[in-house]
Each structure stands twice: as structure tokens, then as C-alpha cells.
RNA sequence: GCAGAUGUGGCGGAACAGGUAGACGCAAGGGACUUAAAAUCCCUCGGGCAUUCAAACGCCCGUGCCGGUUCGAUUCCGGCCAUCUGCACCA
């Protein structure tokens, strides 16, 4: 009797077995080494799930799979990262409460995630919009303002006018809002804000301890933005005041032909009795405030500013005086927001000094100052005691003058800013903070947490830019937890990072009401041994979430100081033309289509046949046939078995095959583990019977690549147990090895023939062997061998 | 502009401590089965030349372009070109 592959009452029939089982779900056993593997917890949109999705869940799933075959105590858990404007805007336009919004959109993650056949922890599932998860959260964020991290700040942020929210830098896109695309303003607004700066240097550091990919590294260590520079003080003239600029170039300052301070640098305030163009100054000002973060980059080439007449700094080495300039592509943001500018030798100071006449100073030489400022190393000229001196050579000597003077000293600034920790939205985590006239900001008390959303009427931020709980005035006034006295609430709510930032510590003891997780389901799961997810987020959240982890471990609250262990990053799934898939150009293709045509099996190998895992792919229907017609096949291979002993040649096929899978899913090769299985079934299949063992070892091969085919099969091959539990092969070196080997014989480098030869001849007995065959004496006849390479049990290369 | 990555058949892609280029799969063409179609199975499948009834065999070219190192280069080195990703006036 023929059984068809029907995938469709095999999957269902296996999902309910392993629900039912609570096959995978996951505690603590120490006699068994652990595991800990993670995924991006999704966040649930309305959309549903992406088939970006499954090409990263099913890769850690694999691995999940084949470490709990290895014996280890799999931790691989699922969440929800449910907190964010998308659930807001969704839940204003369908007029439903956000947390109606979420728990649906959820529900309908759920059954995807569910109908994949991933091994995920469901008896510890987590979602950041739960009080119960959110407390921590909360929780955290007091720890983090009683241990001096998060302070309330005047902040000049960036506003997107649209979504009437403010923007982390991390968010922008071009000067754009990432969500709405619209251009982005500056206001001043009160902020919460972490002190995530002051963990620059932990952050490049860690990262010399985890399995990062070095591009990621890379990728984090220039957001971070660390350069050495030195601070130096210049005398205004006629004042009593002094110019602070940083410059990483100090060496240069004997070409320092100008000044440039940012248009909202204080001095201008200070000093505006002296400025002789002041109305000038100002309207500079007031246009340069105007300008969106988009148009200042747009500008780039075009540089704009304004001189500002009546003041000069003196130069501390040679006494010279130098104007000073006003202008935008200096950032107050930055540094000091001053720069003493050397056109000769900064690009954009080249570029200003063109434009505004301002003469030059070559002070190293080796470029050519007419064409092109010269940034490169070289010997100082026209700079005094510098003179002859390389680069560096002249920046220590400089820097030692300086320190000499009493005029500066060396200084290290960061790109990377602080951490604006607030958004004026209702759909986020309740900041545990209260605001007592006499008290100032004081947290929460830790039994009141959870602090939970007010209900409000409406979600829309107030006209002032105020969050919607503003609106929640019984919410709002309380009473303030030290004094007693009258206190309002803080109104802002936490960005989404704020969840995502901690959530594998909560992977660990999900249910833990006491504490966040116990210290011993810290110790025993450690940290993540291997975090896979996409390029996306290497500078948002898995930056922020090394710091949060960070600050907690210094706190005394994680034995570890970095989360990751290894980090890998996935490609993106493109559309058919290669264009990213995007609802607007309707080329999205659901999962659960795919699913109910062919099955959750065929879409997982299928994306992990698509092309190498770190590189983006486009999915292409037409090409997923050749996965299911593969499964078909497989399936079918099951009718030959028979209890017969394995011939050499099948045990040195499968042995190649366990160690071409096992390998190739280490270095997440898995469209080459996925065709190292097609040959194997291809190889079985043009056999007239198939030994029971080969089956077997091949059912546990392909397990965590099709695992409801697997179990299915290995059922009808007369076991009763699941697979996920069975041992995962190993191979044997020995039974790789073939008696004879195809040596191919070529005449200058050039391919003539290959011939057959036993297997592991010496370099002396595969020459004599080939020197003897009929065809080579062809080939060398009336010509001079000149020499032989010979690569045993490979080649030989006859030189003539 | 800076940094990183990638360029291989009609397509997705294999093979890189230098050693048979095109594994595996898709598409295409031919055949078998069928009343027919689908499904399935078998064969062919980078380009060219010559030979042949036909096939095999044979020879030449071919891994973005130009050069170099080497007995031998998709792989290493130098210089270009193109595409993608990240960052972007950070002094």
C-alpha cells in the first residue's frame, strides 16, 4: 500500500503531540549542559508574520533541535514585543483599545509561530504590554535613577511634527522620521534620558569578549564614535572670556585660520554687546534653527555661515589674531560646538574657506593645498617648534605644550549620545516617576509597581506635544511617595526599546513574581549562548540592551557583564524582483499560504535552501517545487526499507552526510547542509532496498530541518519515542574513506584526463602509477618532463 | 564622501589553508507512462569549433574588467568598473 505525503494531516497530527506532550517546554536541570538560544522576539502587527520570520526562527530552531539531540537543556523561547505606535495608530483607526489590538494580534502570531513547528518554549511565553512583565521593566528604571543613570533633562531633541513625538537618534532615517517618514524638527523638550555615554568605553571594550561577527563589531564601535582629540582654550580678545574648541588635530593649530562656533553656542548670548553685526548673527541663528536635521545634511556641499564681527581669539603659540565664524556644519551637539578650522588640511573647512575667501596655511606638506585640502601624514612646515615633526610626532609635542600652558589638555569625545529615554505616546510602558514641588522627581515605591496605563478616551498626544495620559487627570494627581504632599505623575511613557532591552532575563523564570528572574535561573542559564536576528537592530537594540545589561550587572543584579555570547545576523527576504517586500508595493508574501499549500516543512527548508544565511534572497514560489517535491521523495523512501546490513559504500555515504550536515549547520551553512541531504536521498533512492540504520540516521538528519515529516517517518520506521530527544549521529572518520580516488592527471596546469587509483598512495607511488599509464606516455612523448607536481589523492600536473 | 560586503550558466547558488569550475535545486528541451492532462520517472542542458547517420571522444574560450605572482588562480596581490548595506558636516 502506497501512503501519500500528506503533509497537511501530518503536520497537524504532530503540532498536537508535541502541544500535548509539552514536548518542548523548558526548566531547569543541572545534571544536563545548557543551552540558551535566541531569536528577535517579533513584534505582533496587524500584518501577521513575515516570511523574513521563519528564515531566522527556523535557523535557531535547527541548531535548537540539534543541541537538545546533543543532550543539552534547550532553552529556546518565544515572546512578544508588543509595546509601539503601529498597535496605537491601529487601535485609534479601529477604534479598539490598544491592549484589545495586541492580545488579537498575538493570538494570530501565536497559531503562525505554532503552525511552523518551532521547538519554542510555550509554557514560557512573555510579552512586554503584560503588568506582570512590565513591573520589571519599571522596576528597572528606578534602579537605574537611584544608581544616577536616568535624570530628567532639558533636551534639545528631535521632533517628528506628524507623529508629534520625539525621536532617538537611532530612530531617524535621513533627517526623516523612520514611522511616517515626515521631516523632523528641533524642540527643546523635557526629557528622561539615560546615561548610556558613560558606558562608551565598557561597550567597545565587551565587545572584545563575545562571538560577534566582526562587521557587527565594527558597525557598533563606529556608532559609538570614540576619538581622541585635545580641548584647547583661545583668549577672546578684549575679553575676559575664552573659546573652547576640541580638534583631533592639534597639531595643525599653526594653520588655524579661522574660527567656527555653532550657532547656538552660548558665546553669542554672552557676548552680543561686543558683536558688531549682531542683527546678522541672529538672523543666521534664527534660520539655522529653522532647518530640519534633512536639510542640514541635503546642504552638506553647500556650506553656509556668517562672520561675526568684533570678536577674535588669539592664537596661544605665535600670538596671531583669527576671526571667528558662525555656522551650521559645526554641532553644538558635538565636542565642545567650536572648532578652530584649518582650511589646508579638513575637508570642510576647505570647503568653507573657498567659499568665503578666507586665506589658508599649509602647515604639513605633501598635498597640493590649491586643489584639494591634504589630510594625510607628512612634515610639519610654517609651525615653529612642529616644524619637521610627522603627525604624530607633532601631536604629542603639541599636546604637551598645551598641558605646559595651562591652556587645554587631552580629551575624549562620543558620537553616541545619551539615551532619550521618554515618548509622548499612550501605547508604552508608564514612566514610575512622580513630581513633588518640595521633593523633586521621586520614584515610585517598588510595592506600588506595577504602574498601570490610566484608561483613557482618546490616544492622541495633546497639541503642546504632551502625552495622552496627560489627559488622565485622576491619574495624574497623586500623592508624592516621600513627603506625603500633593505630586502629579509623569505623563511620557518609555520608547519600545525599553522592553526588548531585558527580555531574555526574562526568558529565564517568566513567572517569577518576587524578582525579575531568580539568581539561580541567572546563574544556571547564564548568558545567551547564541543570539541570532538582523542587521537592523545592531545599533538600536542590541546596543541598548548591552548597556541596560550592563548598568544592571554593576548593580550587582546579573553575574554576567555582556548578555550575548555569539551574535549572528541574518539576510533579508526580498520580493521576486529583488525589491524589498513592503504592503504599499503589495508583494508581500504571507506564510500561511505557503503553509496550506505545501506544507510548514517545505518553508522551512525551502528558506533555508534560498542562498547563504547572511545574505539577503529573493523569494521566488517557483523554486520552493524542488523542496517539496524533495520531501515527497523522502517520504516515499520509506516503502524500500528493509532490515538489511549497510554496504560500504552506504556507510561511507551516510557517514559523509552526518558530517556535512553537522558541520554546515555550525557555520549556518544550511543551504549546503539542505543539499548534502539531497544527495543522500537521491543516493538512497536509486537503491532497491534501503538498509533500516541508513534511514534512521537520515530521518535524524533532516529532523530539525522538516521536523513533522521526521517524527512522521520515524514512526513508520517503528518507534514509539520523539525524535527531538533521540542522540544526533556522529561520524566516523574511518568510514569516510573510499578504496580509490579520481586523480586528475594535467599537462601544464591544464586538465587532460582523470583516472582511478587506490585511495592514500605516497607522492612517489601516485607518480610512478600515473607515469605509467598508456595515455601519459602520449601526452609526454619527444618531450622533456620537466618536472611533476603531485597533491595526493588529487592531482598530478605534469610540467613539459 | 567614509566604511563594509558582493560580482560565477536562462535563474537561486556550489566549489576558496590555490589543485576536476558550475554540486544541489529551479526553469527549459526531449522521451516514458496516460485516451488525454496533471503528477511521477529517465535523458540533455555555459559558449564555440571540428568530426559523425547519431552519440561518445577531442580541441579552444569562459567565474565583472585590466594586469601580476604561480607548474596551476573563481580563490592570492595591484588597479579599475558595477551593485548592495551601514554611517553620514562628529572637527
Redesign the pocket.
Known amino acids: 500500500m502506497t501512503k501519500k505525503y500528506d503533509f497537511k494531516s501530518i503536520e497537524k497530527k504532530w503540532q498536537t503531540i508535541w502541544e500535548q506532550e509539552k514536548l518542548f517546554d523548558t526548566t531547569i536541570d543541572k545534571t544536563k549542559k545548557k543551552f540558551f538560544g535566541l531569536i528577535e522576539f517579533p513584534y505582533p502587527s496587524g500584518a501577521g508574520l513575515h516570511v523574513g520570520h521563519p528564515r531566522s526562527f527556523t535557523a535557531m530552531d535547527i541548531i535548537s533541535r540539534k543541541r537538545r539531540m546533543q543532550g543539552y537543556n534547550v532553552l529556546f523561547p518565544i515572546g512578544f514585543d508588543a509595546f509601539g505606535l503601529p498597535t496605537e495608530r491601529y487601535a485609534i483607526k479601529a477604534g479598539i483599545h490598544p491592549a484589545v489590538a495586541t492580545k488579537q494580534n498575538i493570538e494570530n502570531f501565536t497559531r503562525q509561530l505554532k503552525s511552523m513547528g518551532f521547538s519554542f518554549n510555550w509554557g514560557g511565553v512573555i510579552n512586554t504590554t503584560d503588568p506582570r512583565y512590565y513591573k520589571w521593566t519599571q522596576w528597572m528604571f528606578i534602579q537605574m535613577f537611584k544608581a544616577g543613570l536616568a535624570y530628567k533633562g532639558e533636551e534639545t531633541i528631535s521632533w517628528c511634527p506628524e507623529c508629534k513625538i520625539g525621536i532617538a537618534?537611532?530612530e531617524?532615517?535621513?533627517g526623516h522620521c523612520e514611522r511616517c517618514g515626515s521631516e523632523v524638527v528641533k524642540k527643546k523638550k523635557s526629557a528622561w534620558i539615560l546615561k548610556m555615554q558613560s558606558y562608551s568605553d565598557k561597550l567597545i571594550e565587551g565587545l572584545k569578549s563575545v562571538d560577534f561577527p566582526?562587521?557587527i563589531k565594527?558597525?557598533q564601535i563606529?556608532?559609538i564614535?570614540k576619538?581622541t582629540?585635545s580641548e584647547i582654550d583661545f583668549e577672546i580678545k578684549d575679553t575676559n572670556e575664552k573659546l573652547k574648541?576640541?580638534?583631533?588635530?592639534p597639531d595643525t593649530i599653526f594653520g588655524a585660520t579661522y574660527m567656527?562656533i555653532?550657532p547656538e553656542h552660548p558665546l553669542i548670548e554672552k557676548l552680543s554687546s561686543k558683536i558688531k553685526n549682531l542683527d546678522a548673527v541672529k538672523d543666521y541663528q534664527s534660520k539655522a534653527s529653522k532647518k530640519s536635521?534633512f536639510e542640514?545634511?541635503q546642504?552638506?556641499k553647500n556650506?553656509?555661515g556668517v562672520k561675526i564681527e568684533g570678536l577674535v581669539v588669539i592664537n596661544p603659540f605665535n600670538k596671531k589674531e583669527i576671526p571667528i565664524y558662525t555656522s551650521?556644519?559645526?554641532?553644538?551637539?558635538?565636542?565642545?560646538?567650536?572648532?578652530?578650522?584649518?582650511p589646508a588640511h579638513?575637508?570642510?573647512?576647505y570647503?568653507f574657506a573657498k567659499k568665503f575667501n578666507i586665506p589658508m596655511i599649509e602647515v604639513i606638506a605633501g598635498g597640493n593645498i590649491n586643489e584639494t585640502a591634504y589630510t594625510k601624514d607628512g612634515p610639519h612646515i610654517n609651525s615653529e617648534f612642529l616644524n619637521g615633526l610627522n603627525n604624530e610626532e607633532a601631536i604629542n609635542k603639541i599636546n604637551t605644550e598645551i598641558e605646559k600652558l595651562g591652556i587645554g589638555k587631552q580629551s575624549v569625545?562620543?558620537?553616541m549620545t545619551d539615551w532619550v529615554f521618554t515618548r509622548q505616546r499612550y501605547w508604552g510602558e508608564p514612566i514610575p516617576m512622580v513630581y513633588c514641588e518640595k521633593c523633586g522627581w521621586v520614584p515610585l515605591d517598588e510595592k506600588d509597581l506595577p504602574l498601570t496605563l490610566p484608561d483613557v478616551s482618546d490616544y492622541m498626544p495633546t497639541d503642546e506635544g504632551l502625552s495622552p495620559l496627560a489627559k488622565a487627570t485622576d491619574w495624574v494627581n497623586t500623592t508624592c511617595p516621600h513627603c506625603g504632599g500633593p505630586a502629579k505623575r509623569e505623563t511620557d511613557t518609555m520608547p519600545t526599546w525599553a522592553g526588548s532591552s531585558w527580555y531574555y532575563l526574562r526568558y529565564m523564570d517568566p513567572h517569577n513574581d518576587k524578582e525579575f528572574a531568580s539568581k539561580e535561573a541567572l546563574n544556571y542559564w547564564g548568558q545567551v549562548d547564541w543570539y541570532e536576528g538582523g542587521?537592523?537592530h545592531?545599533?538600536r537594540h542590541l546596543l541598548y540592551s548591552r548597556f541596560w545589561h550592563k548598568a544592571l550587572y554593576d548593580m550587582g543584579l546579573v553575574p554576567y557583564d555582556e548578555p550575548y555570547k555569539k551574535r549572528s545576523v541574518h539576510g533579508m527576504i526580498l520580493a521576486e524582483n529583488g525589491e524589498?517586500m513592503s504592503k504599499s508595493k503589495g508583494n508581500v508574501v504571507n506564510p500561511d499560504t505557503i503553509v496550506s499549500q505545501y506544507g510548514a516543512d517545505t518553508l522551512r527548508i525551502y528558506e533555508m535552501?534560498?542562498?547563504?544565511f547572511d545574505?539577503?534572497?529573493?523569494w521566488?514560489t517557483?523554486?520552493m517545487?524542488?523542496?517539496?517535491?524533495?520531501l515527497?521523495?523522502v517520504f516515499d523512501l520509506t516503502e524500500k526499507v528493509k532490515d538489511i546490513p549497510m554496504t560500504q559504500k552506504d556507510t561511507q555515504i551516510i557517514h559523509q552526510t552526518i558530517k556535512d550536515v553537522s558541520e554546515r549547520i555550525e557555520e549556518m551553512?544550511f543551504?549546503?547542509a539542505?543539499?548534502a541531504l539531497?544527495?543522500c536521498s537521491?543516493y538512497m533512492?536509486?537503491k532497491e532496498a534501503i538498509p533500516k540504520t541508513m534511514m534512521e540516521t537520515f530521518t535524524k538528519l533532516l529532523s530539525p530541518f522538516a521536523p513533522h515529516i521526521s517524527d512522521e517517518m520515524w514512526e513508520i520506521l517503528g518507534h514509539n519515542n520523539r525524535l527531538a530527544y533521540e542522540n544526533w549521529p556522529q561520524y566516523d572518520e574511518k568510514a569516510l574513506q573510499t578504496t580509490s580516488?579520481?586523480i586528475?592527471v594535467?599537462v601544464?596546469?591544464?586538465?587532460?584526463?582523470?583516472t582511478e587509483i587506490p585511495t592514500n598512495l605516497s607522492e612517489e607511488e601516485t607518480k610512478e602509477k600515473i607515469l605509467s599509464l598508456e595515455n601519459v606516455k602520449e601526452y609526454i612523448k619527444g618531450k622533456n618532463v620537466k618536472?611533476v607536481?603531485v597533491?595526493p589523492n588529487?592531482?598530478v600536473?605534469l610540467?613539459i
Open positions: 537618534n537611532e531617524l532615517e535621513n566582526e562587521n565594527k558597525m563606529d556608532w564614535g576619538s582629540g574648541i576640541f580638534t583631533t588635530r567656527v555653532s536635521d542640514r545634511t546642504l552638506q556650506k553656509t551650521d556644519y559645526v554641532l553644538m551637539g558635538y565636542g565642545t560646538g567650536a572648532i578652530m578650522a584649518v579638513d575637508d570642510r573647512d570647503e569625545k562620543y558620537k542587521t537592523e545592531v545599533t524589498k535552501f534560498i542562498g547563504p545574505q539577503a534572497a529573493a521566488s517557483n523554486s517545487i524542488g523542496i517539496y517535491r524533495f515527497n521523495r551553512k543551504n549546503t539542505v543539499s539531497m544527495i537521491n533512492g536509486e580516488v579520481n586528475v594535467s601544464n596546469g591544464k586538465k587532460r584526463f582523470e618536472k607536481i597533491v588529487k592531482l600536473n610540467v
